[in-house]
Nanobody
Framework: QVQLVESGGGLVQAGGSLRLSCAASGRNLNYYVVGWFRQAPGKEREIVAAITWSEGLSYTADSVKGRFTISRDSAKNTVYLQMNSLKPEDTAVYYC??????????????WGQGTQVTVSS
């Protein structure tokens, strides 16, 4: 079992920044990937970024590339999503999730409760 707790969401003006945190517990994540997803009202959930726990290799979706950065702190068992130059279209509930490394995106099987990010224009 893996427990994930997100924090750091809130209300911010367009152009502002937020840093989301995902604190993990319950299992050694060396063979896992941690992903950040978001879901806006009426839209499907989409992956935003992901990172391999052991090497720190990362992926960032084209829609946020250059603005969002994923990182992890192994000592704190925490993954971060630094979000800069936020736009109203970034408004969504953001979730972190975990999957075994090497498996496809459908294998994310542990999820946090989500944190709301609202960007005002």
């Amino acid at each position: 079992q893996v427990q994930l707790v997100e924090s750091g969401g809130g209300l911010v003006q367009a152009g502002g920044s937020l840093r989301l945190s995902c604190a993990a517990s319950g299992r050694n994540l060396n063979y896992y990937v941690v992903g950040w997803f978001r879901q806006a009202p009426g839209k499907e959930r989409e992956i935003v970024a992901a990172i391999t726990w052991s090497e720190g290799l990362s992926y960032t979706a084209d829609s946020v590339k250059g603005r969002f950065t994923i990182s992890r702190d192994s000592a704190k068992n925490t993954v971060y999503l630094q979000m800069n130059s936020l736009k109203p279209e970034d408004t969504a509930v953001y979730y972190c999730a975990v999957k075994p490394r090497g498996e496809d995106r459908n294998a994310y099987n542990y999820w946090g409760q989500g944190t709301q990010v609202t960007v005002s224009s």
